[in-house]
């Protein structure tokens, strides 16, 4: 069994920042692709930022230049350093991560439970 926990949200003004993390525990050979979404109330999950094996990145228009997203692959471990926060970067912030097997067979998409981010005065 593959859990992804992710930590480091809060309540922030505007203009502050926020790191969050999400580790991945369990039984696996390794992990490929990682990924940050988010939910705001009403809206649909959409891709925040996303970061491969290798560490190509990739970001939402929304957030280029604000965020940045990395991985630590050693501890199995996906970061989101959030600079500039606005109040439409309120949302439930998850992480998706693209898990190989410990036998090389599969590849699974797993999420975590995730996160809220609250950018208010």
Do not use: H
């Not at 999400?22 to 990682?34: K, Q």
């Not at 898990?99 to 590849?107: F, K, N, Q």
């Amino acid at each position: 069994q593959v859990q992804l926990v992710e930590s480091g949200g809060g309540l922030v003004q505007p203009g502050g920042s926020l790191r969050l993390s999400c580790a991945a525990s369990g039984i696996f050979e390794m992990i490929n692709d990682m990924a940050w979404y988010r939910q705001a109330p009403g809206k649909e999950r959409a891709l925040v930022a996303s970061i491969s094996s290798g560490s190509l990145t990739n970001y939402a228009d929304s957030v280029k230049g604000r965020f940045t997203i990395s991985r630590d692959n050693a501890r199995n471990t996906m970061y989101l350093q959030m600079n500039g926060l606005k109040a439409e970067d309120t949302a439930v912030y998850y992480c998706k991560a693209a898990v190989v097997t410990d036998d090389l067979r599969y590849e699974y998409p797993y999420w975590g439970q995730g996160t809220q981010v609250t950018v208010s005065s």
